[in-house]
């Protein structure tokens, strides 16, 4: 016969087979046995897809196709987060307009995607920048907006000199915008944002059934933050200042009281010899912006107020300060300064000669010294002595929460998610402002507020929506006069918060998704994608389907049960890849071998969840291995050829190695260890190869071989094994056959004597099979009738193994 020679030509024969034959349709009909598999989607930046693409693209692929093989119906559906900075960035760069450009690299990595031999389903594609979606991405706003979880309000933003846009919390790293690495400034400005911390409590508790890594979980629960705190009472002469504190474990180091300048009580507290003092100072504070206030650079200041309040446990009178460094708007706009521990507090005690008293060890890591109490409330100090801080912190709280001077509180990290940006590419924000009626939402009716073609879209720090007159002037939809449009977009991770929904329903004109419907698909069942989107996106996604459930969209809490992250696979020089040191690029790979090598390559080179460095070796040797799988199957046929009818004739170790490969290869592909999952199919290829040149050969029993080496290499070799499984005379489609199902017995190899002694003397002797792991093995030993009549009542110390050997209980 003809050598198999695989190339790209086979590829693309096979590609358009799919097509026609619709092979990767899903069916509907079949949901009840649904596996939603979902990477997290592309943005349509560049022109070809990277190496990254490939990586995260083409093995979740293996894994869909070794799921669908298994009989799950695999939906897998395409999409493109094609709005936002990157598109934008790109289209600045090249100058033509992101509409453009957009839709033309979409029409280029579809292209490739079909090039990878995925198993989408191009049916349900997503395209976030179309008004078709963004639409109900706009919907989704006018929902949170009435559910109360939308609101505009002026805040100390972060702004990035750079995007020029703001940005929200979860993109500033280490003060760094998180697409450009520029330093983020503060600036106050009036934004829209979403309620997210409504949520804190139930993201955090949320994430324990998650099937997550655990890296990705503690991320996300860092990022909420909860922390114990305490509102503690300092009672003055008629009044009583609470105060906010994370530490009540140094409320024995409290040597004064803090208050905001426009806290309510400052006027009350205030003695008339101080007057005039605090309501300059009061004045003074005012004209500083909130940003100014926080600095940490700029000095303390800040007057006496003339009072004093009582130390709840001490019961010593401390004075009363007013001082900017106190904002009115967190906590309760007053602080017990602890100059020992705080350092805003320290700065402003060494200024203005207050005392210092240390409560907290440093030099005991962290832990507390006592507080000490002489009314009977906080008897017995010695109870926090020594206790950790944190502990400290919650019992402190509890203990005067009972006293009834104060109450513990919890407290969030997690701030409001602002979703307005300062630029062009994104879904318009629908609201509209009008004199008489204010902040007025466009009626669901009018959606979707339609994104102007015709707007010099180059940043310049301002909406560029706001210089496009057609887009701003507008009616108000309440009372009919002229009133402009709100002309910031909103963030593109408002567009992929809730993309997941739409999939299945993709085509609904007349909502964002069907209820029945997407409660039939969802969840997602495997969701792959970077770990960079563990405080940003999968916390914003978690946020939308906890939303819309309690608006009864949504039967369901979250969204992705199991997530699976892929590393990065670095340069030749261990480098990250970049365009300076020569990034791979598939393509010339792809022309070269074909695709299933380079994919094959991908799976066998690298540990997907670690990733590393390229090697172009690699990928020479994953041919040769291509080619020698070709010479088995070859063999195999001219073998065949020469025979009428030999019987089957069945060889225990090749068997042995046949099951423990469907074992291997099915636990790996279904753990994303696609390296070795490969290596085990090269192990059997070795054995088929050894087989071929043995005189015991039989034809029929080596047909099972070599079919079933077809099948193992169906998921990470789609297009190759189309064409073996042809060459072999099957039927069309390889893809469409049950991958083979492990039959345990033939897994016990032999069978190991082993000793068993009761205290070194030996009592019995088991026959268990090689494969047995040591409990099961300790379990047997000591179970059988003679070992458990010697042991007795007696309790087991110990128990000794060698392996393969002997087995000694200690008792
Ligand atoms: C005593 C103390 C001792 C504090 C210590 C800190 C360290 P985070 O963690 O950022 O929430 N604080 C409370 N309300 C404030 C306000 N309105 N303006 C300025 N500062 C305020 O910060 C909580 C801490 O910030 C609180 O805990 C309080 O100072 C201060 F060694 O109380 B602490
Ligand atoms: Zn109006």
């Not at 979606?133 to 002026?154: C, H, I, S």
């Not at 990290?413 to 939402?441: E, F, H, K, N, T």
């Not at 009018?446 to 879209?457: G, I, T």
């Not at 916390?539 to 892929?566: C, W």
Request: hydrophobic share 35%; net charge negative; with cysteine.
């Amino acid at each position: 016969m003809e050598s198999i020679i695989y190339s790209k030509e086979i590829d693309e024969k096979w590609q358009k087979k799919w097509q026609v034959s619709k092979l990767y349709q899903f069916d509907e009909s079949k949901i009840d046995n649904k596996l939603y598999l979902l990477e997290m989607f592309s943005y349509p930046s560049g022109k070809n897809l990277h190496i990254g693409h490939w990586w995260n693209y083409g093995l979740t692929d293996s894994y869909g196709r070794l799921k669908r093989m298994q009989g799950y119906q695999v939906f897998h559906p395409p999409g493109f987060d094609a709005f936002g900075l990157p598109a934008e960035n790109y289209a600045i760069k090249t100058g033509i307009h992101p509409d453009i450009s957009t839709k033309n690299n979409i029409a280029t990595m579809e292209e490739q995607f079909c090039m990878m031999g995925t198993t989408y389903d191009w049916n349900y594609e997503v395209v976030t920048c179309n008004p078709e979606y963004y639409k109900w991405t706009q919907w989704l706003f006018l929902k949170l907006l009435e559910k109360g979880l939308a609101y505009r309000k002026e805040a100390p933003v972060n702004w990035c000199p750079s995007c020029m846009t703001v940005l929200a919390n979860e993109q500033v790293i280490d003060n760094k915008c998180e697409r450009c690495e520029t330093d983020v400034v503060r600036r106050n400005m009036t934004q829209w944002f979403f309620k997210i911390t409504d949520y804190s409590d139930e993201l955090l508790t949320g994430l324990k059934k998650l099937d997550w890594p655990e890296k990705t979980k503690k991320i996300q629960e860092n990022w909420i933050g909860k922390s114990h705190g305490a509102e503690i009472d300092f009672k003055t002469a008629d009044d009583n200042i609470k105060v906010f504190t994370t530490r009540a474990d140094t409320v024995m180091g409290v040597t004064y009281i803090v208050i905001a300048p426009e806290h309510p009580l400052t006027d009350k507290l205030t003695t008339p010899e101080h007057k005039t003092a605090v309501e300059a100072y009061r004045e003074f504070a005012a004209k500083q912006s909130e940003i100014e206030r926080m600095s940490t650079v700029k000095e303390k200041t800040g007057v006496f107020t003339g009072a004093y309040a009582v130390h709840p446990i001490t019961k010593k009178h401390i004075p009363v300060w007013v001082s900017d460094y106190v904002l009115i708007g967190y906590g309760t706009g007053a602080v017990m300064a602890v100059p020992a521990h705080d350092e805003r507090d320290f700065e402003f005690a060494s200024k203005y000669h207050l005392p210092i008293i240390t409560v907290v060890n440093s030099a005991k890591t962290d832990s507390c010294i006592l507080p000490f109490c002489e009314d009977g409330i906080l008897v017995n100090s010695n109870k926090y002595d020594g206790m950790p801080s944190e502990d400290a912190r919650i019992k402190i709280s509890a203990d005067l929460e009972k006293a009834q001077r104060g109450k513990a509180t919890v407290k969030y990290r997690l701030r409001d998610w602002l979703v307005s940006r300062q630029r062009y590419w994104g879904a318009p924000i629908p609201i509209i402002y009008c004199d008489d009626c204010g902040i007025v939402p466009v009626p669901e009716s009018e959606l979707p507020v339609k994104l102007p073609y015709n707007v010099e879209f180059l940043p310049n720090g301002k909406s560029p929506l706001a210089a496009c007159p057609e887009f701003v002037n507008t009616i108000c939809p309440i009372c009919g006069k002229p009133a402009k449009r709100e002309t910031d977009t909103l963030d593109t991770f408002v567009c992929s918060s809730w993309y997941y929904l739409r999939f299945f329903d993709n085509k609904n004109s007349a909502e964002a998704f069907s209820k029945e419907k997407v409660n039939r698909i969802m969840s997602v069942d495997k969701y792959v994608g970077g770990i960079e989107h563990a405080s940003m996106h999968l916390l914003y996604a978690r946020f939308i389907t906890k939303a819309l459930r309690d608006m009864g969209y949504l039967n369901f809490d979250e969204p992705f049960t199991s997530l699976v992250h892929q590393g990065v696979i670095l340069g030749s020089d261990g480098q990250k890849m970049s365009k300076r040191n020569g990034a791979v690029s598939p393509d010339v790979y792809i022309n070269q071998y074909g695709s299933d090598v380079f994919r094959l390559y991908l799976g066998f080179g690298f540990s997907y969840r670690d990733g590393g460095p390229w090697n172009d070796e690699g990928i020479k040797s994953m041919a040769r291995f291509v080619a020698k799988v070709s010479r088995v199957v070859e063999n195999f046929l001219n073998f065949k050829e020469g025979l009428s009818d030999t019987p089957l004739h069945p060889d225990s170790d090749l068997e042995y190695i046949r099951n423990f490969t469907i074992q291997q290869v099915t636990n790996d592909i279904n753990d994303f260890e696609f390296n070795t999952a490969t290596a085990r199919i090269m192990e059997f290829v070795n054995g088929i190869t050894k087989y071929q040149t043995s005189n015991k050969r039989s034809a029929q029993y080596e047909e099972s071989l070599v079919r079933d080496l077809i099948l193992f290499l169906a998921p990470m070799a789609p297009h190759y094994t189309e064409e073996l499984w042809e060459n072999m005379g099957y039927d069309y489609s390889v893809h469409d056959q049950p991958f083979p199902v492990c039959d345990d017995s033939k897994l016990i190899k032999d069978m190991n004597q082993i000793a068993v002694q009761v205290n070194g003397t030996l009592r019995d002797v088991i026959s268990v099979s090689c494969s047995i792991d040591d409990e099961s093995l300790k379990i047997k030993a000591i179970s059988t009738a003679k070992v458990k009549a010697i042991i007795g009542e007696r309790h087991i110390k110990n128990i000794i193994m060698v392996r393969g050997r002997l087995v000694n209980i200690v008792c």
